[in-house]
């Protein structure tokens, strides 16, 4: 039986609008995935506003940041990316950033594996992420992956970032509930 080819990233661009889920490209492979739910926004909302303004001068920060952990076969989404403005001025207007944005937060849901996450920082923090982020709603806490290891935070500790030296996010105020 002939193995079948990898989809490239070129093709996976082509693909047409995917209705109610988001698509990634891993390894080769279109992976569905569900649309968040309030629990997984409000997270990247609270862990936005407080890098916003350190964030601003250095570089781009956005939800939902697409990128190119590898150049082929691979096509990603974080849900919360920044990448330097030196890395993000060399992305084309037609493309996307070729390696992983400086830092990323990925809040865990339901649909996805430990396995699955677990990949996806291993990918981004030998393809360029110097800081990767999974939130877990449910439980409370934050893992912080760095090249120097990995830590968990919980309710009550103070999340240094290695990205933004000097500055620093309270666990209690990713897990509070936005307000205006």
């Not at 952990?69 to 060399?90: I, M, N, S």
């Not at 709603?137 to 290891?149: F, I, Q, R």
Request: charged share 25%; hydrophobic share 40%.
């Amino acid at each position: 039986m002939p193995a079948t080819a990898l989809m490239t990233v070129e093709e996976f661009l082509s693909l047409p609008e995917s209705g109610p889920f988001l698509l990634e490209l891993r390894n080769g492979e279109v992976v569905k995935m569900t649309r968040p739910a309030r629990r997984h926004d409000d997270r990247v909302y609270q862990i936005r506003r407080s890098l916003q303004t350190v964030a601003q001068p250095l570089g781009y920060l956005k939800e939902e940041f697409s990128y190119r952990p590898l150049p082929e076969h691979e096509f990603r989404v974080a849900d919360l990316g920044f990448a330097f403005w030196e890395r993000w001025d060399e992305v084309p207007d037609d493309g996307n950033l070729i390696g992983a944005p400086d830092f990323i937060v990925e809040v865990a849901s339901p649909s996805n594996t430990a396995e699955e996450l677990q990949e996806k920082r291993e990918i981004s923090l030998v393809n360029g992420c110097r800081e990767f982020w999974i939130v877990y709603p449910k439980l409370a806490l934050v893992e912080v992956a760095t090249g120097e290891g990995t830590r968990t935070y919980r309710t009550g500790d103070s999340i240094p970032l290695a990205v933004f030296p000097g500055h620093r996010i309270a666990v209690s105020w990713i897990f509070a509930r936005p307000s205006r």
